[in-house]
């Protein structure tokens, strides 16, 4: 069967692979459909991402309908439904896990990045891992899970009705945490330096936009909160100043959550951590719970996946568009590869 193959740092290529085995007892086996390229899939054509060796198959954004059922699948999974995956695994047995926080696995392997993911034909997928919908498109499947990341780091932040909250970045991570975010009743203003990426980051939910490139972030920010600063700040861009940013903006027992990497060591004034008294958490992955509300919040129709989903191209054309997105990844919030013959 055919996949999608980063062989090496700046090259994808179209290759065959075996053809799977039987799905095991608990598992069953995907035809894949859809397949959305992540921000990780990028870094790993680059050369950036050091969670990656190669070859790797990317992917992990999955749209799929079920081909195959291994015995011991419970009856509610049939053949011929559409579902979409949690693409992450966890031990049960490490820190993380005993503490019910499966998502930030010690030894947690996502497809596509510590192990092979989903651009190819078929897998093989535990039945726990499967979610469905018969609302949602496979298209919109396949944009559940990068939205689970955003809607996971506005549930670390405990965002409620009466918070205002900034998302810095509106790439499809920042996305969901607005449209999270916004499902909750919060204020959200958006930030970028892109006005396109603003105008979706509206679609999507925020009350309010800067581009922090035209205009004074802190001088808006006072404005909008009346000189308080947010309640929240998510940080989705994984800059070294945006990053420090969030401590100095926002508010006296303000809460900052991390989604990003930054890119280089962070230096800090410190004394804002101990003086704002502030909860600054990471955000990894997602839970189970994150990918209900997803897909609950896609079932009710207001979110704008045209527009997320800046192209769609197939298999064939998928190693050339991931080359193009890597010249041009301004252009691009979500590509997505259709697998349907």
Known sequence: MKAIRITEAGRC??????????????????????????GSDLTSF??????????????????????????????????GQN???????????CTACAAGRYNACRYNQTMGVQRDGALTEYINIPH????????????????????????????????????????????TIGLGAIAGASARNARVLAVDIDDKKLALAKLCGANDTINSMKESLHDQLQVLTEGKGPQVMIEAVGLPKTFQTCVEEVCFAGRVVYIGY??????????????????????????????????AHLEDGDFPTNSVITKTVSLEEAPAALAQWSENPGEITKIHVTLDT
């Not at 290529?13 to 992540?38: M, S």
């Not at 995956?85 to 966890?90: C, D, E, G």
């Not at 944009?143 to 809607?151: I, K, R």
């Not at 997602?286 to 897909?295: G, R, T």
Request: hydrophobic letters at 40%; charged letters at 25%.
């Open 128 to 171: 726990e891992k499967l979610f469905t919908s018969e609302k949602l498109s496979l298209a919109e499947m396949a944009l559940v899970e990068p939205l689970t990341v955003g809607f996971h780091a506005v549930s670390r932040s405990e965002t409620t009705a009466h918070d205002t909250v900034m998302v810095f970045g509106c790439g």
């Open 83 to 93: 579902v979409l995956v949690s693409p992450y695994t966890n031990d049960g047995e």
């Open 262 to 295: 930054a890119k280089a060591p962070v230096d800090y004034e410190t004394k804002l951590f101990v003086m704002k008294e502030l909860d600054i958490r990471g955000s990894r992955n997602a839970m189970p719970e994150d990918f209900k509300a997803v897909i």
């Open 46 to 79: 680059r050369g950036l991402n050091p969670m990656v060796s190669y070859p790797r198959i990317p992917g992990h954004e999955i749209g799929a309908t079920i081909d195959s059922l291994g015995t011991d699948v419970p009856e509610k999974w049939q053949i």
């Open 13 to 38: 290529e179209i290759v065959d692979i075996p053809d799977l085995e039987a799905p095991g007892a608990d598992e069953v086996r995907l035809k894949v459909r859809r397949v959305g390229y992540c």
